[in-house]
């Protein structure tokens, strides 16, 4: 993968145009697939990052705009956002990734 521009959908989900379709459970496969393009990857959890929008989206109903709203944080120079989404137990979270210092 490289950089690309981030287009969410209206829900406020992502996935970096290179990156293929994983099932849930596809653990292995994602792995895989993280070591072939020489990359690390950091998982930034909404409610770590924003609290506020992570408590707007999970609080009742939820308030499905606040994924919208959310900036993640990257970790760092160099990450850039391979996914956004929900992850079903654990809520939203965004996925950054770079090229892995091994790999260099």
């Known amino acids: 993968p490289i950089w690309a ?4 959908d209206a829900q406020g989900w992502y996935s970096h145009p290179d990156m293929p379709e994983f099932d849930e459970g596809d653990a292995a496969k994602f792995k ?8 690390d990857v950091q998982r930034i959890w909404m409610d770590g990052d924003a609290p ?13 705009s606040a994924l919208v709203d959310w900036q993640p944080t990257a970790p760092g120079p160099g990450w850039f956002l391979l996914a956004l989404h929900d992850e079903e137990n654990d809520g939203p979270v965004a996925w950054f990734a770079r090229r892995s ?4």
């Not at 521009?5 to 969410?8: A, H, I, L, Q």
């Not at 506020?52 to 499905?64: K, M």
């Open 5 to 8: 521009s981030v287009v969410r």
């Open 32 to 39: 895989e697939w993280i070591d072939a393009q020489g990359l």
């Open 52 to 64: 506020d929008l992570a408590e707007r989206y999970l609080e009742g109903d939820g308030d499905p």
């Open 101 to 104: 210092s091994a790999a260099q």
